[in-house]
């Protein structure tokens, strides 16, 4: 970590402890505690699932392996890590705290869970408790996660606003799984197959799949047109033709999210659907990614943008403004343009109205659009148009008596490919905004 960044980290603890002081009196609770989570055993069976830290922990702190710790805040006080390092030799425990996160808070290590209890706010009526029940400590429940709504409409609400810290935790995330991406090419260009892909990724990124953000989307020929593609062919397809990528990876508790499409034949028409893709997220919607900018009308404006890119190809034979108002659009790039992304992947409060709750509608006819408000600085955000070829919603296009609309002949000779997905992870400042992705590519 540099000095640079552990000096962002100070700002980022003051900025936390801020908003928490706000929340609180929002919640007319005194103080803020925070379990980091709890392993929870499979039913019927002796293994656990895969533990997922409470991201309100990890927001505070770099830990994303620590069940069975807290964390307590209070305003005028130093916050308190409550760190559980358990005398276990069945499992590699946590190593005693370090790094350049240890002098901002007042660290107690207990080596069973319940000790926690001793070391917690003494009333715990008087705590915000964010957490999933089974978090529950001490008799009868006393310290169960309460989740009040006006302490997490406050929280989440400014989580959207990141700070130059979390900037810096995402920049090499994404560092992390250009790194990875380069090898997933690699390794589809040597012909390995759907799981050999993910595997390489896995090893470039030195995070195995429990470690990423999200499963990742590795799709050869059509399974492109399948939006959350995860099955993994064992064996490649005869013959293979392109290639759909969309994975990420983890830094700090905070997440990348990149999507890249390949042709095996770089010179033929599939390539230059894929490149005249990649112009229009670059160049037609990304300058749009600026401070004061509705981000519905960005996801509006990307299917005019994509409708133009159809009709160019001989794909839709209506207007671009047409294919937008009657949906025609929507069969090609049936998901939204983008979302919020920090510590989790789709990050939260992306419909928030205000920090006191709310919601802002989504346009109509655009149900899948998980962000809808206006882009602010600090935000960070995903720019991630598409255009696919899935049987169903060209199936139901027919059945509409839409299919005037469309070159079938063209959808036949596209269909094979699957389709093609561009995504980067944008950073809103007050002038150009920071591509996070296009930044790693080019340093790797």
């Not at 009196?25 to 709890?38: I, K, N």
């Not at 929280?155 to 090499?172: F, G, I, Q, S």
Request: net charge negative.
């Amino acid at each position: 970590m540099s000095l640079a960044a552990s000096r962002h980290y100070a700002d980022h603890i003051a900025t936390l402890q801020a908003r928490t002081a706000t929340a609180l009196e929002r919640g007319g609770f005194d103080h803020l505690v925070v379990p980091s989570g709890t392993l929870h055993y499979q039913v019927f069976d002796d293994r656990d699932y895969p533990y997922a830290v409470n991201p309100q922990f990890k927001h505070w702190l770099p830990l994303t392996r620590n069940p069975g710790s807290w964390l307590v805040a209070t305003p005028g006080e130093k916050p308190k890590l409550v760190y559980l390092q358990p005398r276990d030799y069945w499992h590699v425990v946590p190593e005693a705290p370090s790094g350049y996160w240890v002098g901002h808070f007042d660290i107690v290590v207990i080596r069973k869970p319940e000790d926690a209890l001793q070391h917690l706010p003494k009333n715990a009526s008087r705590c915000a408790i964010l957490g999933e029940p089974q978090s529950a400590l001490g008799n009868y429940g006393a310290y169960k996660p309460n989740n009040p709504q006006a302490v997490i409409d406050y929280l989440e609400y400014h989580r959207a606003y990141k700070t130059p810290y979390e900037v810096d935790m995402m920049r090499e995330a994404s560092r992390r799984a250009v790194r990875a991406h380069r090898a997933a090419e690699r390794a589809f260009r040597a012909g390995a197959s759907e799981f050999g892909i993910h595997l390489a990724y896995c090893q470039a990124a030195g995070q195995d799949a429990n470690e990423l953000p999200y499963h990742n989307i590795v799709a050869l020929n059509e399974h492109g047109a399948v939006l959350h593609y995860t099955e993994l062919d064992r064996l490649p397809p005869k013959p293979v033709r392109s290639f759909l990528v969309d994975a990420g990876a983890s830094h700090g508790g905070y997440a990348a999210d990149i999507t890249r499409t390949y042709a095996t034949d770089t010179g033929g028409e599939f390539q230059a659907l894929v490149d005249a893709v990649d112009k229009v997220q670059r160049e037609d919607i990304g300058r749009r990614f600026r401070a004061g900018n509705d981000y519905r009308q960005i996801h509006l404006y990307a299917h005019l943008a994509l409708s133009n890119v159809l009709r160019d190809f001989g794909i839709i034979k209506i207007s671009s403004e047409e294919a937008v108002a009657n949906g025609v659009s929507s069969v090609f790039f049936p998901h939204g343009i983008g979302h919020g992304i920090g510590l989790q992947v789709h990050d939260v409060a992306g419909f928030a109205a205000s920090d006191s709750g709310g919601t802002i509608a989504k346009p109509d006819g655009h149900p899948y659009l998980r962000l809808t408000r206006m882009l602010e600085p600090g935000m960070v955000v995903t720019n991630e148009p598409g255009i696919y070829f899935i049987d169903m919603l060209l199936e139901d296009l027919k059945t509409k008596g839409q299919g005037d609309a469309v070159d079938w002949n063209r959808v036949e000779a596209f269909r094979p490919y699957g389709g093609v997905r561009i995504e980067d992870d944008i950073v809103v400042t007050d002038g150009d905004p920071i591509n996070l992705t296009r930044d790693a590519f080019a340093g790797s």
